[in-house]
Nanobody
Framework: QVQLVESGGGLVQAGESLRLSCAAS????????MGWYRQAPGKQRELVAN???????NYVDSVRGRFTISRDNAKNTVYLQMNSLKPEDTAVYYC???????????????WGQGTQVTVSS
């Protein structure tokens, strides 16, 4: 059993910052990819950023230069530092992890429960 627990969402004004955290726990052998997705009302869920075990990162164009994803492998935790927030960043942010479980030794995808980020203008 694996759980992803997110924290750090909230209500901020445009231009301010927030830091999201997502901790994975449970029967984990190795985590390959951790990432953040978001879903705004009436829109499809989209990839915001992800980071692979070697440290390579990917960002959606709309957040590149404002958001930074990082991970602490020892803590199985991924962070999303969000600076210069805009109203269009308002969404529910979900953590996603592609990992190999201990028993059985298989690759699986897990999602967090989501955390609301609201940016007022």
């Amino acid at each position: 059993q694996v759980q992803l627990v997110e924290s750090g969402g909230g209500l901020v004004q445009a231009g301010e910052s927030l830091r999201l955290s997502c901790a994975a726990s449970g029967s984990i052998f190795i985590i390959n990819v951790m990432g953040w997705y978001r879903q705004a009302p009436g829109k499809q869920r989209e990839l915001v950023a992800n980071i692979v075990s070697g440290g390579s990162t990917n960002y959606v164009d709309s957040v590149r230069g404002r958001f930074t994803i990082s991970r602490d492998n020892a803590k199985n935790t991924v962070y999303l530092q969000m600076n210069s927030l805009k109203p269009e960043d308002t969404a529910v942010y979900y953590c996603k992890s592609t990992l190999v479980t201990l028993y059985p030794r298989t690759t699986a995808v897990y999602w967090g429960q989501g955390t609301q980020v609201t940016v007022s203008s």
